[in-house]
């Protein structure tokens, strides 16, 4: 097998109150699973796509063969966002943004309290399954949604954060309120690690 499912670096349990228990396993066991296993069957058709890390393949889609492109799109830009959503989200997590991303985020956004705001309203409007996300073009930060699973890396940006909006990530506990699971989100957000992707960001 090319590619493995990671492990999630904390249990299952320790996002509670804010997901739940039951979400984070079918999250992590299925839905992350899913992806992992269908990545691998697409790349069991062309050899040469399974030494590539998934960032890769889902960087360069049109180097991708056309029989496997959309597979690959949607499995591996599956794998790479849900791998990046089990390491920004930590138990005790939250508060006032840490170090160099909470600096960036008061000089782009005002406040902390502004780029939420602005972040949760503009990713609540994505229809249907999608992702939102904080990439740092031009030398600013900017707020963008996708849909599905794609991942800016496709578009040329590497994404800081990345919040999923798939029901999937929220119905059990908060059924059709998206809003209130975007609200409680940040409470698990781990802004080390975020201040690590925003260092990377800067380098591209
Ligand atoms: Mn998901």
Redesign the pocket.
Known sequence: MAYELPPLPYDYAALEPHIDEATMKL?HDK??QTYVTNLNGAVEKHAELGAKSPEELIKDLASIPEDVRKVVQNNGG?HV??TM?WQIMKPHGGGEPSGNIGDQIKTDFGSFEEFKKLFNETTAKQFGAGWGWLIFEGGKLKIVTTAN?DNPLSQGHYPILGN?V?E??YYLKYQNKRPDYLAAWWNVVNWDEVNKRFETAKKK
């Open positions: 999250h839905h992350h599956g966002n849900h959503f699973q999923d798939w999937h990530a």
